[in-house]
């Protein structure tokens, strides 16, 4: 594709980001400044098809109306009050999310999907001291491959190293399980055990759905053990794989705590840990916080967010584009021979490459881009696929036909 010219403004910025960003961050050298529904423009005035969400974030894509009248709307009443005091769109939220959850009694609000998650590992933990459990039996059992967040309690609940490499000592009390492995979890868990915490989609880990009857073996030994079942929806929650919750599609499976994120502003920061039964009380007054959390910007998009997320057009949306994109993508590599599988659910689909391209996910994404299409990566080996969960026909059918320029020319090299 041929680009617009890089200007002086936008040279600026990048060199500027470079300069004074935290090198936590490498951001790929493009400035985006505007988007509408999947499609995005650089400040150069280049433009891309989103098939990554903002990490599956902004399922309605860009520029959502209804989104911007319920922030500007609530922004123009009260945008803070902090948890001493209710709030209208607070108050509604947490009652449509433990209401639209089937399992919940109380939503927990925060900021983010690692908070989230810290709330459920705290909830866990003071459940089993609530109970007069011997002080041993707070271990809490995570899956190989896991991504949780990047919080201390969190990094050590992600079972893998590279996120935890530098950041010893970390937390106790965390054991690590091969994921869908049914032998193994029944051989880790025990009277020890407090909790079980896992995705059903591995996101990060490369997009990993969990195997058939897996969940509710799971559960059963978390019922046998008195263990808690929690699970971390943060990416494949909220309509991305189809269902609004994603145990919605795995018979017979009642979680405890399910964890939120991500989707659930459509791109305003919030996250949710909604408690159920076993749970709704073990959090009483003074034991937890968050000075923005619940925050009435955030909960008025929030609400609509989830409110549009169960109308019948997103779910068929979901499920065609979801087709459409999978044979597209089992095409291409017919052509090409790039891909080793192609899986996932819904719209969280990853192509792992073959063993040959190993460790060049990044080019592949970069090549991408260059092209004019926008997805992620899950890890060194996996292309991952998160498109807005609105985005049409022709959108989609254009993004892959960049993403088949990008990798006609990955392969050439
Ligand atoms: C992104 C993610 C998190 C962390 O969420 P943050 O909002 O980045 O803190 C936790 N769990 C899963 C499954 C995620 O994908």
Known sequence: MKKKPVTKKTKDLL??????YSLAYKPREIVLARGTGAKLWDADGNDYIDLGSGISVTSFGHHNKKLIAALTTQAKNIWHTSNVFFCEPTVLLAEELVKASKFAKRAFLTNSGAEANEAAIKIARKYAA????????REIITFIGSFHGRTLATITATAQPKYQAGFEPLPAGFTYV?????????????????????EIIQGEGGVTPVAKGFLKHVQDLCHKHDALLMLDQVQDGMMRTGKLFSHFAEEGVKPD????????????????MLAGEKVENTFQFGNHGSTFGGNPLACAVARVVLKILQSKEISTNVNARS????????????????FSEIRGRGLMIGAELKLEYHGKAGDVADLARGHGVLVL????????FLPPLVIKENELAKGIKRLEDAIAE????
Do not use: H, W
């Open 15 to 20: 060199a500027k980001g470079k300069k004074y």
């Open 257 to 272: 705590v399910v964890t939120l994120a991500k989707a659930l502003g459509g791109g305003i920061p919030i996250g949710a």
């Open 323 to 338: 087709k459409q994109l999978v044979s597209a993508l089992k095409d291409l590599n017919k052509k090409y021979s790039v």
């Open 178 to 198: 091969p994921f869908n492995d049914f032998a193994a979890i029944e051989k880790a868990i025990s009277d020890k055990t407090c909790a079980v915490m896992l």
């Open 410 to 413: 990955f392969v050439s090299k």
């Open 377 to 384: 990566q899950a890890g060194p080996n996996v292309i991952r």
């Open 130 to 137: 609530d109970k007069g459990r011997p002080p041993e039996k």
